[in-house]
């Protein structure tokens, strides 16, 4: 997986490896599991379609789906280039290995699960793209105190030559073979450092989406919108902490402001002079709310019953 560090260079190699795939169009596999993956989906969706991209769709749960959907595609005899998008899935698992990756094939994926695998950030894997902004670095739950890069392409070498075999990280000794090179040792370690770390979640893929359709300028209220529902599914399920958050409202403020909803249109006065609420349905308005669930559409008691924030502290279950 190349790495990307912004979002209009990995849309431009997107975009230039589906017209080369002239007879398929580009496939796109978004995840079933979670309320971000359908919200980036939309917004790509807008995109190429004002970009006259053909695409297909097809939601997976497995990666047995994805072989029943473009196991020929996807094989080393074909000789046609395909070119495939993974929505929220697909980012620890090696691809060109799991889905036997044929040379003409190429895979983009916008994920915001974390780890990445490291074979998958290599700069020497050219068959898969990754979108993995600087910000995803910056503003990390789990920061790395080593070069991730440069341990991505020392494990991705060690593999193809079959210096870095399969090893059981929980029972494997800390010391090496005596004669193993030193920075063999030095890169295992800092793999098994890498992949301890945890799993946590990078910035929502569907606010990644939104922030390449205002770099392309194609961004609108109902595509902001997605991306306001994005972040609010990783705050409600508790993917990422306050402070991340915090700072992803703030951002989105800000488009918020400069799209207008600022200075929309409150009231209408009719021809005799009546006032009149003008329709509020295209305005997107920052307002601070109780953290309850669900409290525009439940009744209070219920609300507080069911949100996950009150439950554990009134042990209302």
């Known amino acids: 997986m190349v790495r990307e560090e912004r979002v209009e260079s990995f849309y431009a190699r997107l975009r230039e490896s589906a017209r080369a795939?002239?007879?398929s169009p580009l496939l796109i596999f978004p995840?079933?599991?979670?309320?971000?993956?359908?919200?980036?989906?939309?917004?790509?969706?807008?995109?190429?379609?004002?970009?006259?991209?053909?695409?297909?769709?097809?939601?997976?749960?497995?990666?047995?789906?994805?072989?029943?959907?473009?196991?020929?595609?996807?094989?080393?005899?074909?000789?046609?280039?395909?070119?495939?998008?993974?929505?929220?899935?697909?980012?620890?698992?090696?691809?060109?290995?799991?889905?036997?990756?044929?040379?003409?094939?190429?895979v983009f994926v916008v994920d915001s699960h974390r780890p990445?695998?490291?074979?998958?950030?290599?700069?020497?894997?050219d068959q898969v793209v990754v979108l993995y902004t600087n910000d995803d670095e910056r503003l990390a739950d789990l920061a790395y105190d080593f070069e991730v890069m440069e341990l991505a392409n020392a494990s991705y070498?060690?593999?193809?030559?079959?210096l870095d075999g399969e090893e059981d990280e929980d029972s494997e000794?800390?010391?090496?073979?005596?004669?193993?090179?030193?920075?063999?040792?030095?890169?295992?370690?800092?793999?098994?450092?890498?992949?301890r770390m945890g799993t946590f979640h990078g910035k929502p893929s569907g606010c990644l989406m939104y922030d390449l359709s205002h770099c392309l300028r194609k961004n609108t209220n109902e595509l902001l919108w997605l991306a306001c529902?994005?972040?609010?599914?990783?705050?409600?399920?508790?993917?990422?902490?306050?402070?991340?958050?915090?700072?992803?409202?703030?951002?989105?403020?800000?488009?918020?402001?400069?799209?207008?909803?600022?200075d929309a249109v409150t009231s209408v006065t009719l021809k005799d002079g009546t006032k009149v609420r003008a329709p509020d349905s295209s305005?997107?308005?920052y307002e601070e709310e109780?953290?309850?669930?669900?409290?525009?559409?439940?009744n209070l008691f219920d609300s507080m019953l069911c949100s996950s924030y009150i439950a554990p502290k009134l042990k209302t279950w």
């Open 21 to 23: 795939s002239s007879l």
């Open 31 to 106: 995840s079933t599991s979670d309320v971000d993956s359908l919200c980036a989906l939309k917004i790509i969706f807008h995109i190429l379609e004002s970009d006259s991209v053909r695409y297909s769709c097809y939601p997976v749960s497995s990666f047995q789906e994805i072989r029943e959907y473009a196991a020929s595609e996807l094989s080393s005899s074909s000789e046609e280039p395909v070119t495939m998008l993974l929505i929220n899935w697909g980012c620890h698992r090696d691809l060109q290995e799991d889905l036997k990756l044929g040379s003409a094939a190429r």
């Open 116 to 125: 990445i695998h490291l074979h998958n950030l290599s700069d020497q894997n």
């Open 157 to 162: 070498c060690l593999h193809n030559s079959e």
């Open 173 to 195: 000794s800390e010391d090496d073979d005596e004669d193993e090179e030193p920075p063999a040792r030095r890169f295992k370690k800092l793999k098994r450092e890498y992949y």
């Open 229 to 262: 529902v994005s972040l609010t599914d990783q705050f409600v399920h508790e993917r990422l902490t306050d402070e991340r958050y915090e700072a992803g409202v703030m951002e989105l403020q800000q488009h918020i402001n400069s799209l207008g909803n600022l």
């Open 283 to 285: 305005r997107i308005a």
């Open 290 to 298: 109780p953290r309850l669930m669900l409290l525009r559409e439940w």
